[in-house]
């Protein structure tokens, strides 16, 4: 005991050498060891700095930041009005009205600019419109002096597009086994590709994929994007973000990390509110939820979005989906928290568990959000436990792309016609956005005879561009919001198809 004691006494004033401290294992090879979160920035570093280009700088700052921003969603089943007013006077704004806002400010702007190119209808007065009082301009330039400038660059450049086309005209049908930059499939988009995207494949190392302590290769797990070279996809604009009028969600303006308190309990016994990442509510709002809808959830854990759709008050059935008990068991955890017996009692909420590829329930839903199991992006830079990025996962990480077309298509397949599927990940990844959007939409056409349409929101996002950085890389489908330091939500990328046939 004498011993011992001497011994730690030494130890307190003596600086053990590290190579002492550790057991058998030599210090150098410990010092050498890779945490699964470490992989995963190797990798982002490797895959996205060749994507995002000037951009990933930021988007990795923001990316490795302990706090993000959040939207908090007003819970239906509580107290309504007194959340509303609670929220409120934390300083929140509601996402619908700002939307509104912003939306009318462009109107304005876009009024002006047509007034001066002279292209007003002959049933406008363009002697008002010119006389328009320049008090106003200022007040909305005070208004929204930060996103001011990008407001009028984009009006600028959406102006100059439309002096080439009519807007109204449909988009022709475009192969997609060209290089992007040979086509104009984008031609209207505000936001220009700045990066040269030939195939979504070809941002993977030509021969091997790396996985920082394995060589995998690369023909084994991506050669069947190539399957879909030349299949041909209608696009076809958007212009409108649609708000149920019972959706209210708040969130802070951009670069305000004020962090919303821990919801309570109110009245009905049920949480006030749903707080989760504000990219999240954008696959939600592109679903376009109206009264009466049969909605499917195919990949709902943990339920934020299945909790969102309900609290639309619109959907005549909810199913909310996943593949294990487990997962299942974290959705009906949600819904315990903040949904109501009358969800139950009038069988309008099911949660089920099923793998979402083999659900054969055709024509039966008209609406479908397939938020697809991913690289989680955020979530595997700070956190190791069951981290996709473990050596152990690697085949299972590499094999994610295909299982997420799989479940894509089998919703394309299912989806009754007229109705809408909104694809989602929260992964920066090219190959598990466009990439796997590409490979589903031709699949369910050889597969079902399913002809899907595209919708280009490019336009109907514009509002949002004060509060969300929209990616520019070029998609060839879909949306993608990324994580910024000013606006730190995301990533999330979403794509609406609606089927035509």
């Not at 994507?51 to 990795?60: M, T």
């Not at 969130?251 to 919303?260: A, C, D, P, Q, V």
Request: glycine content about 4%; charged content about 25%; aromatic content about 8%.
């Amino acid at each position: 005991m004498a011993l011992l004691l001497n011994k730690l006494k030494f130890q307190q004033f003596a600086k053990v050498p590290v190579r002492y401290k550790q057991g058998k294992e030599h210090w150098a090879k410990l010092r050498r060891k890779k945490t699964p979160k470490d992989k995963a920035l190797g990798h982002f570093d490797e895959f996205y700095a060749a994507v995002y280009e000037n951009s990933w700088l930021d988007v990795r700052a923001a990316l490795l930041k302990e706090e993000s921003k959040y939207i908090a969603v007003v819970n239906n089943f509580s107290d309504t009005e007194r959340i509303q007013s609670d929220l409120e006077l934390l300083g929140a704004m509601h996402l619908k009205k700002f939307y509104d806002t912003q939306k009318d400010n462009i109107s304005f702007f876009q009024t002006i600019s047509k007034s001066k190119s002279g292209k007003l209808s002959k049933d406008t007065n363009s002697t008002d419109i010119v006389n328009t009082s320049k008090d106003q301009l200022n007040e909305i330039k005070n208004i929204y002096s930060a996103n001011y400038p990008n407001l009028s660059e984009a009006l600028k450049a959406e102006n100059t597009e439309s002096i080439k086309e009519d807007s109204s005209a449909p988009m022709k049908l475009q192969s997609i086994e060209k290089d992007l930059n040979e086509i104009n499939l984008d031609q209207d988009r505000i936001i220009n590709s700045s990066v040269n995207l030939s195939m979504l494949h070809e941002y993977i190392p030509a021969t091997k994929i790396k996985g920082l302590d394995d060589w995998v290769l690369e023909s084994d797990h991506y050669k069947f994007y190539g399957m879909a070279d030349d299949h041909k996809i209608d696009v076809e604009k958007e212009s409108i973000l649609p708000f149920p009028e019972y959706l209210h969600a708040y969130t802070f303006e951009k670069g305000n990390y004020t962090r919303f308190p821990n919801p309570k309990k109110g009245s009905t016994g049920v949480l006030d509110y749903y707080l989760f990442d504000g990219g999240s509510i954008l696959p939600v709002l592109a679903l376009d939820i109206k009264l009466g809808d049969i909605v499917l959830d195919m990949c709902a854990a943990p339920g934020g979005k299945a909790l969102t759709i309900l609290q639309t008050l619109l959907p005549r059935t909810l199913v909310a989906n996943d593949i294990s008990q487990s997962r299942a068991n974290r959705i009906k955890s949600i819904m315990n928290q903040f949904v109501s017996d009358v969800y139950n009692t009038e069988k309008l909420l099911f949660i089920t568990e099923r793998d979402a590829r083999i659900i054969d329930e055709a024509n039966t839903f008209n609406k479908i959000l397939v938020d697809v199991p991913c690289t989680t992006d955020r979530h595997v830079l700070h956190s190791d436990d069951n981290n996709i990025f473990k050596p152990s996962r690697l085949k299972e990480r590499l094999k994610m792309p295909e299982i997420q077309s799989e479940i894509l298509t089998n919703a394309l397949k299912l989806v009754s016609v007229g109705g809408t599927v909104v694809y989602s990940t929260c992964s920066l990844s090219p190959i598990q956005n466009d990439g796997v959007v590409q490979v589903a939409l031709k699949k369910a056409w050889e597969e079902n005879g399913s002809v899907m349409v595209i919708k280009d929101m490019t336009e109907a996002l514009l509002p949002l561009r004060y509060i969300y950085e929209f990616g520019n890389i070029g998609s060839k489908y879909g949306h993608i919001v990324i994580p910024t330091v000013e606006k730190n939500w995301g990533p999330m990328y979403f794509c609406k198809m609606v089927r035509v046939q």
